[in-house]
């Protein structure tokens, strides 16, 4: 397993209903990560992401 942590991203399109981090965050980073998802499912299935939020933490 490989793990990334990413900071949260002031871009967060969507309502306030809960979805994945992955899904809400919309910066540089996170949208890099979605594009690896998509285009390496393989090697993004042995990948732990977590993000870093300045409002919930970890």
Avoid at 12 to 41: C, D, F, M, N, T
């Amino acid at each position: 397993m490989r793990l990334l942590i990413l900071k949260c991203s002031a871009a967060k399109p969507g309502g306030p209903e809960p979805i994945p981090a992955s899904e809400r965050y919309g910066g540089p980073l996170w949208r890099v990560l979605r594009h690896y998802q998509r285009v390496q499912p393989i090697f993004a299935a042995d990948l732990d992401v977590y993000g870093l939020s300045a409002e919930y933490g970890l």
